[in-house]
C-alpha cells in the first residue's frame, strides 16, 4: 500500500458536531494505524452558511480531543482557480453541457412532479439544445450552469465497510457540477480536492454513500482513479434519530466545560460504529490506534448513550495519577472561590490527597469541585433532608462528647477515629450510625461522600472538631428559635 492519506473536511457552518468528531476519530486512528496523513480541509465554499469564526471554534476541538492534523488547515475558497482548471478539463471530455434552465423552471417543475406524485429528475431540457442555440444562448450572456451528463448503465464501488454497492444511473439525474456564478458544487469540489490531495481512502458517514455514486461518475469523467471508500453508521440518540446540531449532545465543544477527559471522549466515540473483535472497551489512544481495523466497523447505526459516556469518562478519570488530576482541579477550584493559587500550591500534597480520595466517586473533572469544597472550606449550609433526619439536641450532645474524645486520641488515624467512634456509641448506647451520619453532616454539609475515617483523618483533628462543634451550636441556636 502507498502512504495512506485520509482526511477530516467540516464546513465552518457550526461547531464540531458530535458526528465530524467521530468521522475525525475514525480517519485519525485509520491514519495512525497505517503510519499516513491526516489532512484538516475546510469546506468553506458556501459563503452564506460559512462563518470564520466557526473555524476557530472546529480547530480548537480537534486540538482538544488530540487530533493533530499532519497538513492543512486547507480551505476549498482559495481554491478557485483549481475548481476551474478541472471544469475546463471536463468540458473538453464532452461529459458536461450547460443548463439555462432558471431556477424558478427547475422548481416549478420540481412542483408538477410533487403534484403527480412522481420522482423529480432533470429532463434534460438543455441536453437537447442544438449546437446553435447553445452558441446563441453563450454569445447573449444568459447563466448557465454546467451539469455532468450521467451515462446509461449502473455505477458502482466496493464500500470498505458495506461490501459491493450498485446503482442504477437511471436512477440518477444528470448533476449540476458548477452554478451559474462560477462556484463548484460539493460533490465537484470534494472529488478535484481529494484527487490534488492524494486522498487514498474517504471515511465518512453512510449518509454519504449517495455522494459517492455521484463523486465516482465525476472521478471517470475526469480520467481519475477513484479512492477507496468506508461508509460509517450513523450515530442516533436514544429515540433512535439522528442526533441533530440542536441536541444537547452535538457538540463536541461543550464536552470539555462539562469535565470530559479528552481520551475518554475519543475512547468512546470510536466505539460508536466500531470494536476491536476482543472484550475491550475502555482503551488509552495507542491502544486505540494499535487495535484500529476498519473491518471491525459495524453495519448498524450506533446510538449515544450519555450515561455510558460518562462510565468511560469514569474509568479514564481512574487511570489518571492524582498529580495529574490535581493539575486539572486546581484551577477549577481557585475560579469556584474554594481555595486560592498560594494555598493549592503550598499544600499540594495535600490536594493530591484529596483527589485520591475523591476519584473514584467522580465521573466528570467538574464533580471534583463540590465534592472537593469541604476539605478546604467549613459547611456553610448543611443538607436539608440530612438535617431533619440527623440534626436535633441529642446529636448536638452527642457531637460535642465525640469532639472531646477526639481531642484526646494520642493519634488522629482512621484506625483510632472508627474505634473512639464505635466506644462512645457502645457508651451512650447507641449505634454507631446514630454518631457516623450526624458527624459526616457536621463536617461536610452533606450526607454522601467518601468513606468517613479517611476524610476526618486528612481534614484532621482540628478542623474536624471546630467543625462538629460548630454544628453542635447551630443545632442548640435552631432549637432555641423555633
Request: net charge neutral; hydrophobic share 40%; with cysteine.
Amino acid at each position: 500500500m502507498s502512504e495512506v492519506r485520509v482526511r477530516i473536511a467540516p464546513s465552518p457552518s457550526g461547531f464540531l458536531h458530535v458526528g465530524t468528531a467521530r468521522t475525525a476519530i475514525f480517519n485519525w486512528l485509520f491514519a495512525r494505524h497505517n503510519g499516513g496523513k491526516f489532512i484538516l480541509r475546510i469546506e468553506d465554499t458556501d459563503e452564506e452558511r460559512s462563518d470564520s469564526a466557526m473555524v476557530e471554534a472546529i480547530t480548537d476541538s480537534l486540538k482538544w480531543l488530540g487530533l493533530n492534523w499532519d497538513e492543512g488547515p486547507i480551505f476549498q475558497s482559495q481554491r478557485w482557480d483549481r475548481y476551474t482548471h478541472y471544469l475546463d478539463r471536463i468540458k473538453q471530455s464532452g461529459r458536461v453541457y450547460p443548463c439555462f434552465c432558471t431556477p424558478a423552471e427547475l422548481q416549478a417543475k420540481r412542483e408538477e412532479a410533487q403534484k403527480n406524485k412522481t420522482d423529480y429528475r432533470y429532463d434534460r431540457t438543455c441536453l437537447r439544445l442544438s449546437p446553435d442555440e447553445i452558441k446563441k444562448k453563450l454569445d447573449a450572456g444568459i447563466p448557465h450552469a454546467w451539469r455532468l451528463q450521467i451515462p446509461d448503465g449502473e455505477t458502482r464501488f466496493t464500500d470498505l465497510v458495506y461490501g459491493e454497492m450498485v446503482k442504477q444511473n437511471k436512477d440518477l439525474e444528470d448533476l449540476i457540477i458548477c452554478r451559474s456564478d462560477g462556484r463548484p458544487i460539493y460533490n465537484f469540489a470534494v472529488v478535484v480536492d481529494d484527487h490534488e490531495m492524494g486522498i487514498t481512502h474517504v471515511i465518512r458517514g453512510n449518509d454519504h454513500q449517495t455522494n459517492t455514486f455521484k463523486q465516482v461518475l465525476i472521478y471517470d469523467a475526469l480520467g481519475f482513479p477513484a479512492p477507496e471508500m468506508a461508509h460509517l453508521p450513523l450515530i442516533f440518540d436514544q429515540r433512535k434519530k439522528k442526533i441533530s446540531k440542536r441536541d444537547k449532545a452535538a457538540n463536541a465543544s461543550d464536552y470539555a466545560k462539562e469535565g470530559y477527559l479528552p481520551e475518554a471522549v475519543v475512547n468512546y466515540l470510536a466505539m460508536l460504529g466500531w470494536s476491536p473483535k476482543d472484550d475491550r472497551e475502555i482503551m488509552t489512544l495507542p491502544e486505540l490506534i494499535e487495535a484500529f481495523d476498519l473491518r471491525g466497523a459495524n453495519k448498524s447505526n450506533a446510538i449515544f448513550d450519555p450515561v455510558k459516556m460518562r462510565h468511560f469518562n469514569a474509568e479514564h478519570i481512574r487511570r489518571k495519577t492524582n498529580h495529574d488530576l490535581a493539575v486539572m482541579v486546581a484551577p477549577l477550584l481557585i475560579a469556584a472561590d474554594i481555595s486560592t493559587k498560594y494555598g493549592l500550591e503550598t499544600r499540594w500534597r495535600y490536594l493530591m490527597d484529596v483527589i485520591g480520595l475523591l476519584k473514584d466517586r467522580c465521573g466528570l473533572i467538574n464533580e471534583f469541585v463540590e465534592q472537593a469544597a469541604c476539605f478546604f472550606q467549613p459547611p456553610t449550609a448543611y443538607d436539608a433532608e440530612g438535617k431533619q433526619k440527623h440534626f436535633n439536641v441529642e446529636t448536638a450532645d452527642r457531637l460535642d462528647k465525640l469532639a472531646d474524645v477526639f481531642d484526646g486520641l494520642a493519634d488522629f488515624t482512621h484506625d483510632a477515629v472508627e474505634a473512639a467512634l464505635n466506644n462512645l456509641a457502645e457508651t451512650l448506647g447507641v449505634k454507631a450510625a446514630q454518631l457516623i451520619h450526624p458527624v459526616r453532616l457536621a463536617v461536610t454539609g452533606r450526607t454522601k461522600g467518601p468513606g468517613l475515617y479517611e476524610l476526618l483523618v486528612l481534614i484532621g483533628r482540628q478542623e474536624t472538631t471546630a467543625r462538629m462543634r460548630a454544628a453542635a451550636r447551630y443545632i442548640r441556636d435552631t432549637q432555641a428559635k423555633g
